[in-house]
């Protein structure tokens, strides 16, 4: 059954929801982490000011701090494309809010994205995400060739102990022997491959967990509940009928869920 709700009561959540919102985004950071995550989570969302579904992303930030806890830093709405501007915006939104230092940034190769990393945190490490690296292979290369070297990454990946090793093979192994057949995508390749073996800087124990960008993708599956038309209408004040359970699912998801967009 669908429980009736007032226009009012769907202010007042409205307005303590939004509340909560601005506080959250304004919220101290500690001056260090040790891993922070970052990605862009594209979507379709209702322009309040004329009723138009636009394309809109959400920047999201993840952090690792000093005591090993896990917490979203920040995310950052705005409609339009991704953009290397809009990531100067949020870099410096994390600066103001205290951020200093971080030891290595995880993100995926979106074009210009290590420019913006290195210009606010020159001294910090990249990583560029293996998962996304994976599978764009098969994009550029054929198959059998595309498995060879997912093959040849998975043993760097799992076997090398230092990064200086897994830079030889992959020089070795991949640059070297595939430079002529695929000239444009081996240069790409040359050019990102300490950004996609940074991750062999650190321990074994704890590489599985920063060589890819998973830990921000996880945030993003919370924010389809927040954008089904169901939630949508539940938080833009509209009379309507939503199961009791609905509701609440979504008033508890919203923290991270609801795009508010500038």
Not at 50 to 64: Q, S
Not at 139 to 161: F, G, R, W
Not at 180 to 189: A, D, G, R, V
Request: charged share 30%.
């Amino acid at each position: 059954r669908g429980l009736d709700f007032s226009e009012k009561a769907y202010d007042e959540i409205f307005e303590y929801i939004k509340n909560q919102l601005l506080e959250f985004k304004s919220k101290e950071l500690q001056k260090d982490y040790y891993f922070v995550y970052i990605d862009a989570y594209h979507c379709m969302v209702k322009d309040l000011k004329d009723k138009r579904v636009k394309k809109a992303v959400v920047y999201t930030v993840v952090g690792i701090d000093t005591n090993a806890q896990k917490s979203l830093l920040g995310y950052y709405s705005f409609f339009g494309s991704e953009n290397k501007s809009t990531w100067m915006e949020v870099f410096q939104d994390l600066i103001n809010r205290g951020l200093k230092r971080v030891l290595m940034f995880i993100a995926d190769d979106f074009k210009g994205i290590s420019d913006v990393i290195k210009a606010y945190f020159p001294y910090s490490d990249i990583q560029k995400c293996t998962v996304h690296l994976s599978r764009n292979i098969y994009k550029h290369m054929k198959k059998e060739d595309a498995s060879y070297v997912n093959k040849k990454l998975k043993e760097i990946k799992y076997s090398c102990d230092t990064y200086e090793r897994g830079l030889s093979i992959f020089q070795s192994d991949i640059i070297e022997k595939f430079k002529n057949q695929y000239p444009t995508y081996i240069k790409y390749l040359n050019s990102k491959k300490e950004e996609f073996l940074s991750f062999l800087k650190y321990p074994e124990t704890i590489r599985k967990l920063i060589n890819s960008t998973n830990a921000v993708e996880s945030v993003h599956s919370s924010f389809v509940l927040g954008l089904t038309p169901c939630g949508v209408v539940a938080l833009l004040g509209r009379k309507t009928k939503i199961k009791k359970r609905r509701l609440f699912s979504i008033y508890g998801y919203i923290k991270c869920s609801f795009v508010y967009c500038n």
